[in-house]
């Protein structure tokens, strides 16, 4: 079994890549979608989240977690690692990675919720690295992606990404890093506006294949299973709803509400 | 003092025309910016969030509370009139009474949030005195002027606009009610789409209107003051740079962090 976690459901983008490349692993998500979004609060109360939403998944004894949220890959890393007794993978880390390895010319976009770009977990990576580095806080991203608007062809999704990528364009960065799970659903609009030759690197994504890689290098891969399960923190249905656009299947009955305060 | 609470930043609307009509009234605002938005919360958390916020204002023994939030107003009113001792003013209902005088062909539509409209809060009292209603939920509304994007001439703005108020125009309303507290930031951009023959109805001054009247009926009128105080439950930095967007001022001295979990 393998746990994900995230403040809301934008880590359902890592549950379906894990599908897509682990597709025998059993998968339990927990979206803490009574305290979304983490973004805003202060790092010790992400770190008491992160550990309570860590703890909750420990119970169902997973071989790893993978932490699908920016905010909590940005601050609780550590934390994470200290406490737990197995292997914890987060979404900065592998994206960091994989833009060091795709990018030619050494200019690397960050595209990031504005809590996420503040933290300056990406940059400070980046830029230990010696690449040069452009943050771009995209606000409208994430409401856009809930509310279903991710055509490349809605006016207001074209709108929106040249607002934010143009600045990418004059820079000239070739790798773009979706610092958020929620931009993947985006990739097709930000793609047709910045041109083939430019590199995106989903965060969401990176972080399963890099579980996926850890597990295969440890012999722990499963040889059956695949069952998901979903926990959240707030109303089920709204979530179910809502992880339609990322997961573009029907969840509600695997939906379930706990009390997260108790963990 | 007249309190006044929202989920988060839009309640400064209220304010902002508190002031304008009663310039004498003390007001203390709770901005329960820690667990904003309440409009995704199942409606048992909305109800829990509002007492909360409620029993923090009634501390400073206010003469009355303004709801300036459109979920709390659709979902917990009555929690919150059967809870308090002193008057409880809704946006939902002063905006309903405001439309209704204004419309002469009986066509009404509303903007909202999802959960405001989902609550059917506004459809209800309007059906109930036999006009015509659609309901468009504006989910991108919020996003788009808590980050700024509230010019008439901003692209993202007009296509929202357009994407959200052409049906009003096929359904041919000739009142218009903006059922959010942030909605009238966006006055002037639906105001040049629909054209100067529609009427906006702004649920947050229509409000403020009842509240001022029923202290004037009370004979509860204040004889000086003015002081503003705010409080929020998250940064009061992020706080202060928002409100200039609604207050155009500046209030960074006058915002408190507190635990509204406490109350």
Redesign the interface.
């Known amino acids: 079994m393998l746990g994900v976690f995230d403040s809301g459901l934008g880590g359902l983008s890592s549950v379906k890549e894990l599908a897509r490349c682990l597709p025998k692993e059993d998968v339990v998500y927990f979206g803490d979608?009574?305290r979304v979004p983490y973004g805003?609060?202060s790092k010790e109360t992400i770190i008491k989240y992160a550990l309570q939403d860590a703890r909750f998944l420990m119970q169902f004894d997973p071989k790893a977690i993978l932490v699908a949220c920016g905010t909590v890959s940005s601050v609780a890393m550590e934390a994470l690692q200290n406490t737990l007794s197995v292997p914890v993978i987060g979404v900065v880390d592998a994206a960091v990675g994989a833009a060091l390895s795709a990018s030619k010319n050494q200019k690397i976009a960050v595209l990031g919720t504005p809590a996420t770009i503040r933290s300056g977990s990406y940059r400070e990576r980046l830029l230990g690295q010696g690449v040069q580095v452009l943050s771009i806080p995209c606000?409208?991203f994430?409401?856009?992606v809930?509310?279903g608007?991710i055509r490349e062809d809605d006016?207001?999704v074209k709108?929106?990404v040249?607002?934010y990528l143009h600045q990418a364009l004059s820079f000239g960065a070739d790798t773009i890093i979706l610092g958020c799970t929620h931009y993947p659903l985006l990739k097709r609009a930000i793609g047709t506006f910045v041109g083939e030759d430019v590199k995106l690197i989903n965060a969401a994504a990176e972080a399963a294949h890099c579980l996926a890689d850890r597990l295969e290098k440890d012999g722990l891969l499963a040889a059956d299973g695949g069952e998901q399960r979903f926990f959240v923190s707030?109303?089920p249905e709204?979530f179910a709803d809502t992880a339609r656009i990322f997961l573009k299947k029907d969840i509600k009955e695997a939906v379930e509400r706990i009390d997260i305060e108790a963990y």
Chains 1, 2 share one sequence.
Do not use: M
Request: glycine content about 10%; proline content about 14%; charged content about 20%.
């Open positions: 979608t009574g805003t609060r606000p409208l994430v409401p856009l809930e509310n608007h006016p207001i709108e929106t040249a607002h707030d109303s709204g």
